[in-house]
């Protein structure tokens, strides 16, 4: 089968098409398929019209432009529906219902409706955009929220079939009116984890053999407060673990915001961050953590997201002690996996992660539950299988 993929943006290190659409499509080449992943370069326009191969999938951006942005984006829209269908594909997947990869779906199917294309059209979804969802939390222009919007309600409908990333999504995507026969569960695979050296890590940032609790966070989605609250009770019980916080805000106000709750609790000297870490020295991180701390809150946008995050600790062989919210539940199976408490319930947290920094054996054994569990269940080969079951549900031969 010949697969081509749309996406919203290019490879950017914390986006959809780098932790979701690419690592998929390795592994349907593996199975002997055939994919393309056409993009525009958002964030590196300089990158226009460039070509090249990662592991057997073809990849182009597109040129971006000509003219200022909003004018270029039907131009920048047709160019990867052309570059897409002189592919000829069997199936195009689009990532997102909205923004590049949603006009580039709302043409796919007028051109199908006019008999001037053939090709069957999959819609991804990865997180709920509209009221509720991203729209909410991003400063977009109200044109652009609108748009979004309706492009989210009209793709998820007019889809040949939809791969969701959370069962929340699933429920939402029912919700619309769309046939359960159509909607295809695909949360996010786990990376492939690879022995990291925690030692290197500990010694850089002064860590030395104290118990340490990990913190892998875009700080977004809880409330900061929660995670100093968490760490002054621990301290009370552990007074020499520490806190390592690896990764940065999505919005530079929540590691401010976090940085001086830090401060005012005279915390400053129990925490470590490390700021955002390239994905080749993650390992190392995460071998570094005795404990890792998932926080949560129980919003729309939590539900109907699937961590990526969690996903890679818990591959690494990382216990984790998590808010039980939304896909979390799904990747952690209680006291066999990890440990879910109450979301919000910062003392819960805290409780849990003592008991675990006092039980060595216990800690080890969930660690390697996690990972097992993991490899099972959510590597990319296996969920694979999944995307070529929506493949056929619309009306794809694979």
């Not at 999504?169 to 909607?183: A, D």
């Not at 990764?247 to 976090?258: C, S, T, V, W």
Request: proline share 7%; charged share 25%; net charge positive.
């Amino acid at each position: 089968m010949r697969i081509a993929m749309i996406g919203p943006f290019g490879l950017h290190p914390k986006g959809t098409m780098r932790v979701r659409a690419l690592p998929l499509a390795r592994e349907l080449v593996a199975l002997g398929h055939a994919v393309k992943v056409v993009m525009p370069p958002w964030r590196t326009p300089q990158e226009g019209d460039r070509a090249w191969n990662d592991r057997g999938v073809a990849i182009e951006y597109v040129a971006p432009g000509p003219g200022p942005d909003p004018l270029s984006y039907p131009i920048v829209t047709l160019r990867l529906v052309r570059s897409a269908l002189a592919w000829r594909p069997d199936i195009v997947h689009c990532f997102k219902p909205k923004a590049f990869a949603g006009l580039a779906a709302w043409v796919l199917w007028h051109l199908r409706r006019l008999r001037m294309t053939k090709v069957r059209l999959v819609i991804d979804a990865d997180d709920w955009e509209g009221a509720g969802g991203w729209n909410e939390l991003e400063p977009y222009p109200l044109p652009f929220r609108k748009l979004f919007a309706w492009q989210e309600r009209w793709g998820l409908r007019h889809a040949d079939a939809l791969t969701v990333a959370s069962r929340t999504l699933e429920s939402l995507v029912w919700s619309l009116g769309v046939s359960p026969c159509k909607v295809h569960y695909l949360p996010n695979g786990a990376r492939s984890p690879r022995p990291g050296d925690g030692s290197k890590v500990r010694d850089k940032h002064g860590l030395g053999e104290r118990p340490v609790v990990l913190l892998y966070t875009r700080f977004f989605e809880y409330d900061p407060g929660r995670v100093v609250a968490a760490l002054g009770q621990v301290l009370s019980e552990i007074p020499d673990a520490r806190l390592l916080v690896v990764g940065e805000g999505l919005f530079p106000q929540d590691d401010a915001r976090f940085d001086r709750l830090v401060a005012e609790a005279g915390l400053t000297q129990n925490v470590a961050r490390a700021g955002w870490v390239p994905e080749e020295q993650l390992p190392g991180y995460f071998a570094a953590g005795d404990v890792a701390i998932y926080p949560f809150d129980d919003t729309l946008i939590n539900r109907a997201k699937c961590a990526v995050k969690l996903a890679d600790l818990l591959a690494a062989g990382v216990a984790v002690v998590a808010d039980a919210v939304g896909q979390n539940v799904e990747y952690i199976v209680h006291n066999e996996t990890g440990l879910l408490v109450p979301s919000g319930d910062a003392g819960a947290m805290a409780r849990q992660v003592v008991q675990l920094l006092r039980d060595d054996a216990r800690r080890r054994a969930l660690a390697s539950a996690a990972a097992s569990r993991m490899s099972e269940h959510y590597s990319w080969s296996v969920l694979a299988t999944k995307a070529l079951a929506a493949y056929r549900a619309a009306g794809a031969e694979t």
